[in-house]
């Protein structure tokens, strides 16, 4: 049985302000089934998918979980990306795609987060994810940077004995500020955001706002949540 299905029919449904009882009445099936196939009780069969994909207007991909664009899209690299890998050897072809391609997922998603904050117009909020991502970015670098042991740690000041675990506290510390601020409370010196200016956001919305940059951030969520589902 497929596992995404169902909560993406769910969403689909509650995105466009139905009832369970609209939906299965203009999709020709009784509401007892429609609930059934939106808890993964019973699994529908292909007719169904195709009929729902046109219902919502989306691929029967996107209904499975095999695409995070509702089109059905794969993420393509940039033509420039994928030209400049042509003349690089068998050998090197495989990771070189790799760092232009989880490049573009990252600076694209988090041109969206950017993009999304600057329409808050809360300084708050704005200074903590940016002291999340500054301090991921900096404990990234000295993973890095550190895996040659001749490289003069001159330029760090915090010593590598602490770096690790003191970084990861003040990334701990600002996630907890960012979630008080979202929420409407008050810290790190700033007040929490005004429910007037919280972002109406949704897979539809996301999508016709940011349509280059969307399939970045669904291929982002996709793959990070594969990482997740392993360790579960």
Do not use: W
């Amino acid at each position: 049985m497929n596992n995404d299905f169902p909560r993406i029919v769910t969403l689909l449904r509650k995105e466009r302000g139905l009832s369970q009882k609209q939906a299965a009445l203009e999709l020709g099936v009784s509401q007892a089934l429609l609930s059934h196939y939106e808890k993964g009780i019973r699994e529908c069969g292909l007719d169904f998918v195709v009929k729902i994909a046109d219902y919502y207007n989306v691929s029967c991909d996107y209904l499975l979980g095999r695409s995070l664009d509702r089109t059905g899209a794969p993420f393509r690299l940039e033509p420039e990306q994928a030209e400049s890998t042509e003349a690089i050897s068998d050998s090197a072809v495989k990771p070189n795609a790799m760092i232009a391609m989880n490049k573009k997922l990252i600076t694209d998603s988090m041109s969206i987060i950017f993009e999304i904050l600057s329409r808050t117009e809360h300084k708050g909020l704005t200074s903590e994810v940016s002291a999340y991502f500054m301090v991921s970015v900096y404990k990234m670098l000295r993973a890095v940077y550190s895996s040659n042991q001749k490289n003069p740690q001159a330029m760090f000041s915090v010593i590598p004995e602490l770096y690790t675990g003191m970084s990861t506290a003040l990334m701990n510390i600002v996630e907890a500020n960012i979630s008080c601020l979202a929420s409407g409370k008050a810290a790190a010196e700033h007040s929490g955001i005004d429910s007037s200016v919280t972002p109406q956001l949704s897979p539809d919305i996301i999508s016709k706002k940011f349509p280059d940059l969307a399939p970045s951030l669904y291929n982002l969520i996709r793959d990070t949540e594969d990482r997740i589902k392993k360790l579960m």
